[in-house]
């Protein structure tokens, strides 16, 4: 399903999913906010020493660094998404308001998560995993997560399909042929990620966090700065 919602090429098509996808993402966290919530009241903290000890362990200290620059995966949108916006919209308040809830909603949920789980256990990845997978509650959130996954990959991969379109295929006629060859590029970068993430499946973090650390910095840090400073000289 992800590789014919790939092929769109405008983006307003999926502002109604954007939306849904948007209240899917907060619907997961107020679901293992209030699992971590009743846990706590119920039983306590599952492992009461470790939220205020001191780790010696930092061999995963880079896992974090990589996955806190993907908090900003999604700032190669947030250019096309004030371009469609309404003239009477304000785009600066609007992203100061976004940047400003999620931070209180990732500094709260991982000092929620980690006060009632402890440490994640080295076969998990993602916190989701440690929910209880028999009840229909969390398995009907896992599955609207699962929704929000397919609504929310156009919108993310596409920067990704516009600078290699436009380094590869910006001289090339509008044709049925150019608009095919694209279609088929795109599937291809789908399967690419399908076949890394199953490659990778027992190492998920560990990649993810490699790829967030070498990937992030230059788009977060170094290319805003460069093109600033050619913009200003």
Same mark, same amino acid.
């Given at each position: ?18 939306? /849904? ?15 971590? &919530?009743? @846990?706590?009241?119920?039983? @306590?903290? %599952? !492992? ?18 990589? +996955? ?5 995966? @999604? ?22 308001? =976004? ?14 998560? +980690? ?8 076969? %998990? #990845?993602?916190? /989701? ?7 229909? +509650?969390? !398995?009907?959130? %896992?599955? $609207?997560?699962?929704?929000? $996954?397919?609504? #929310?990959?156009? $919108? =993310? &991969?596409?920067?990704?399909? !516009?600078?290699?379109?436009?380094? +590869?295929?910006? #001289?090339?006629?509008?044709?049925? %042929?150019? *608009? ?6 795109? *599937? ?12 990778? #499946?027992? *190492? ?7 790829? @967030? ?6 788009? /977060? ?10 913009? &200003?000289?």
């Amino acid at each position: 399903c992800y590789s014919p919602l790939a092929w769109v090429r405008n983006l307003e098509y999926f502002t109604i999913g954007y939306v /849904i996808g948007t209240s899917m993402i907060v619907w997961t966290v107020l679901v293992v906010s209030g699992y971590c &919530i009743a @846990g706590l009241i119920e039983h @306590g903290p %599952k !492992q009461p020493g470790t939220f205020y000890a001191v780790n010696d362990n930092t061999s995963k200290i880079w896992d974090m660094v990589g +996955f806190a620059f993907y908090t900003f995966e @999604g700032i190669g949108t947030v250019m096309p998404i004030i371009e469609k916006c309404h003239r009477d919209v304000d785009a600066e308040w609007t992203l100061k308001l =976004a940047l400003g809830s999620l931070w209180v909603m990732f500094t709260s949920f991982g000092l929620l998560t +980690f006060y009632y789980f402890g440490p994640m256990p080295e076969d %998990k #990845s993602f916190v /989701i995993e440690l929910l209880d997978d028999n009840d229909k +509650f969390v !398995q009907l959130t %896992k599955l $609207l997560f699962c929704v929000n $996954l397919v609504y #929310s990959y156009p $919108l =993310a &991969i596409y920067p990704t399909n !516009q600078i290699i379109e436009r380094a +590869f295929y910006s #001289s090339w006629p509008d044709s049925t %042929k150019k *608009t095919w060859v694209i279609n088929f590029g795109r *599937t291809f970068i789908i399967f690419s990620a399908c076949f890394l993430s199953i490659t990778f #499946s027992n *190492t998920l973090d560990h990649f993810l966090g490699v790829t @967030g650390t070498a990937f992030g910095i230059p788009l /977060i840090l170094i290319i805003p700065t460069m093109m600033d400073y050619v913009v &200003i000289a």
